[in-house]
């Protein structure tokens, strides 16, 4: 019997350094994904993280993550170049339901490096399906954090983009603050129905746009949020990730608010 919890060996394609501390990396995968979806990433000897896809193309078989250096894993991840080796299993968790967006007005918020997990859908839109209207509204916390300014720039062409910055810059078509600042004035969908609203970031940046959303009179049944929560098997068998009675990794880690709303700290 196989077991489920082996990582296969892939190698790396390539990196490209975002930000000091966001690096991109193509690995070749032979597991079909979908954008939402996460996968066990290992180094052996040292550890395994959850990271989530932030591209794939499952005919030419390659993943894309985008790794923060934080720890213990990381930390060596940052050490491998294009030729190496990275230890994977997945993909795990539920994804976003893009037929559910299919045809409305769809408002995508994240924040800094959550802009990775959700670069799936609006990718989607932007090449394969022309019938959401999409709008984007993206917060970094300075001009050396921004990550995927070509791609951000690539969807201004055909989406309503705005980009936040918490701190003042000269930079063009960017704004200074919050993204929970100009939620408040974005053009929503006159029938609620007809609209969904996915964010994803930092916990404090969901709860706190989710809460403005609510105050435009948006129903909790049409906001998408994605938990990052410490995580171990991803199987449902070690309840590293369970709050009260769910389990993150088999539920998650997309959640409609209506449920996430007891998830929150
Ligand atoms: C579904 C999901 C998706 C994710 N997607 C991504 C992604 O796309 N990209 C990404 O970069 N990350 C992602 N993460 C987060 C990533 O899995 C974690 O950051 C992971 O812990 C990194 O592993 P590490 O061993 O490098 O860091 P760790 O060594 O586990 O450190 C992680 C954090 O814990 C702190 N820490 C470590 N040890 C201690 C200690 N003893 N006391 C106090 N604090 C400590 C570190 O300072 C650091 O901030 C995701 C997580 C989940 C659950
Ligand atoms: S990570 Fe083990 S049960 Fe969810």
Not at 8 to 23: A, F, M, N, P
Not at 182 to 192: C, E, G, Q, R, T
Request: proline content about 5%; hydrophobic content about 40%.
């Amino acid at each position: 019997m196989e077991n489920c919890l082996l990582p296969k060996e892939y190698k790396i394609i390539s990196v490209e350094k975002k930000t000091e501390i966001e690096w991109l990396f193509r690995v070749e995968f032979d597991s079909p994904v979908q954008g939402g979806q996460f996968i066990q990433v290992s180094i052996p000897r040292v550890g395994e993280a959850p990271i989530s896809v932030s591209a794939f193309d499952n005919e030419a078989g390659w993943v894309e993550f985008l790794i923060r250096k934080v720890g213990k894993v990381t930390d060596v991840i940052f050490d491998l170049k294009a030729g190496d080796s990275l230890f994977l299993r997945g993909p795990y968790g539920n994804v976003f339901p893009l037929e559910q967006y299919k045809g409305k007005h769809l408002v995508v918020v994240a924040g800094g490096s959550g802009l990775a997990p959700v670069r799936p859908i609006i990718n989607h839109f932007y090449e394969n399906d022309n019938s959401a209207n999409v709008d984007i509204l993206i917060g970094f916390k300075d001009e050396n954090s921004i990550i995927f300014h070509d791609e951000i720039n690539k969807w201004k062409s055909k989406f309503n983009t705005i980009i936040t910055l918490d701190r003042a810059c000269s930079l063009d078509g960017v704004c200074e603050g919050l993204v929970t600042q100009y939620i408040p004035y974005m053009k929503l969908a006159n029938d609620f129905d007809n609209m969904e609203v996915v964010i994803v970031g930092p916990p404090a940046m969901m709860k706190y746009s989710t809460l403005e959303f609510l105050r435009r009179g948006v129903p909790k049944d049409k906001i998408w949020v994605s938990f990052e929560r410490k995580m171990s098997c991803a199987v449902g068998k070690c309840g590293h990730c369970k709050i009260d009675e769910t389990y993150v990794c088999l539920e998650g880690p997309v959640f409609r608010y209506d449920k996430a709303e007891t998830l929150f700290d």
